[in-house]
């Protein structure tokens, strides 16, 4: 199995752009989950999804970003447009249902956004 | 909301030292999971305790869970420079958040050769 696929690994962009995280989770994974790592705040959950719905959004920090999640194989988190306050890791990761309840959470590798 | 508090924030030890990290939860949890993220890297699962004064050992690495629930520990005996990362614990939510893990903001060893 390849493990969950993130993209891009780094992005260095200019306050003002859109940037587009995309993320692949586990195939047969049920929840998929985004996060923001920085020093300060530590990991941060943003926003996750199960079976394609988002279910809890209430960790994204304002309007400027948003996630989707069309498919059970392709997500989304969007920040536009993008400020300087957003440099930091941002992980996906996908879990399966096998226990009813909290399963293990199987992280992608990150993308390390720097907005200038 | 629910609060997941992890102490030390960092550690420093000789190679060959035990570690151990703490963490205490706001609530009562159903069960508790702890990730190493190395540096660079991503956090990666190692464990999870669901029983109420649950231990469980891998290799050097001994995971406790408290009887209330409430409280666990990670100890690392005789530590190597392999041990060099950021241990989190991780709480479930409640009811309709169950799904949801609440991080600790981590202990961050670092292992002098």
């Known amino acids: 199995d390849a493990g969950v696929i993130q993209s891009p690994r780094h992005e260095v962009t200019e306050m003002g752009q859109e940037v587009t995280l995309r993320c692949k989770p586990i195939s047969g994974h049920d929840y998929l989950f985004w996060y923001r790592q920085t020093m300060m705040r530590g990991l941060e959950l943003l926003i996750y999804?199960?079976?394609?719905?988002?279910?809890?959004d209430s960790g994204m920090p304002e309007d400027r970003f948003s996630a989707k999640m069309p498919n059970a194989s392709f997500s989304t988190l969007k920040i536009q447009p993008s400020e300087p306050r957003d440099s930091a890791v941002y992980f996906c990761?996908?879990?399966?249902?096998?226990?009813?309840?909290?399963?293990?959470?199987?992280f992608g590798p990150g993308t390390r956004l720097t907005v200038l | 909301g629910q609060q997941v508090m992890q102490i030390p924030q960092y550690q420093h030890v000789q190679e060959g030292e035990d570690f151990t990290t703490y963490c205490n939860s706001s609530?009562?949890?159903?069960?508790i999971q702890w990730y190493k993220q190395r540096p660079g890297g991503h956090p990666v699962f190692l464990i999870q305790?669901?029983?109420?004064?649950e231990v469980k050992k891998q290799k050097r690495l001994t995971f406790q869970f408290g009887e209330a629930k409430k409280n666990s520990s990670l100890h690392i005996t005789a530590t190597q420079t392999t041990d060099v990362g950021t241990y989190f614990c991780a709480g479930p939510g409640s009811g309709a958040g169950s799904y949801q893990l609440t991080f600790g903001k981590g202990t961050k060893l670092s292992v002098i050769p």
């Open positions: 999804f199960n079976n394609n719905v988002p279910i809890d």
């Open positions: 609530t009562t949890l159903s069960n």
């Open positions: 990761a996908s879990s399966p249902d096998r226990w009813g309840n909290t399963d293990t959470q199987y």
């Open positions: 305790l669901v029983k109420s004064g």
